[in-house]
């Protein structure tokens, strides 16, 4: 049973600052991955796809990196500012099905 | 596009009463499937649609939970009765069928539902 597990919990950090949130899962055969974006109260924003065979993708100041092989991926973020305050999160989706599992998320505050 | 609608964004209604999700999925989308968002479970799915039809409904959690896509472009997330332990943040998405290593679901803006 594929379970993903996103590290830490929460974050806080003043602004400026390059951060790293880490996702982990445990069945390496997964057809993609995603990060998504959750502000207070509202729907899910897909931030970035990583397919099974990439390494990684970037949009902007955000950089996702995939390790199948050790069930591991990273979102960065660069230069984070107030407006990134959010959650934060990952979800991988298996070979055959479209459904995807989630973890916990990562809450995100950047202090101005 | 307008993206996944959802309606209605809150519903709050009383222990025993019936309610109903309604969900437009993205124009042309092949799949359509409904989360629930809880503090403690965090988001799971509870089932999926590929043409209107239900493929995997194993995470409906109850008989009193039953979802229906009559066609292409509206889906409905029932349940009957209600309880407290309902109460949650339901989420549509849809998708257009995996191609290329890519299959990308698009989320609605979600159903705050409480259960009194």
């Known amino acids: 049973k594929q379970e993903v597990t996103q590290i830490p919990a929460a974050l806080s950090v003043p602004e400026g600052e390059n951060l790293v949130l880490n996702c982990s899962f445990t069945?390496?055969?997964?057809?993609?991955l995603q990060w998504f974006r959750q502000d207070p109260g509202k729907g899910l924003t897909s931030l970035l796809l990583i397919q099974s065979s990439q390494r990684e993708q970037t949009s902007g100041r955000l950089n996702a990196s995939l390790d199948k092989s050790s069930g591991r991926s990273t979102l960065y973020i660069a230069a984070s500012q107030p407006g990134d305050s959010a959650t934060y999160l990952c979800?991988?989706?298996?070979?055959?099905?479209?459904?995807?599992?989630f973890g916990q998320g990562t809450t995100l505050q950047v202090k101005p | 596009d307008a993206g996944v609608i959802q309606s209605p964004r809150h519903e709050v209604t009383e222990m025993g009463q019936e309610v109903t999700l309604r969900c437009k999925p993205i124009?042309?989308?092949?799949?359509l499937f409904w989360y629930r968002q809880t503090m403690m479970r965090g988001l799971e799915l509870l089932i999926y649609?590929?043409?209107?039809?239900?493929?995997?409904d194993s995470g409906m959690p109850e008989d009193r939970f039953s979802a229906k896509m009559p066609n292409a472009s509206f889906s409905t997330l029932k349940i009957q009765p209600s309880e407290p332990r309902d109460s949650a943040v339901y989420f549509c998405?849809?998708?257009?069928?995996?191609?290329?290593?890519?299959?990308?679901?698009?989320f609605g803006p979600g159903t705050r539902l409480t259960v009194l």
């Open positions: 979800a991988v989706s298996s070979g055959n099905t479209g459904k995807l599992i």
């Open positions: 998405a849809s998708s257009l069928a995996p191609s290329g290593g890519v299959w990308e679901q698009f």
């Open positions: 124009s042309g989308h092949d799949y």
């Open positions: 649609f590929n043409n209107n039809v239900p493929i995997d």
């Open positions: 069945d390496s055969a997964i057809y993609n």
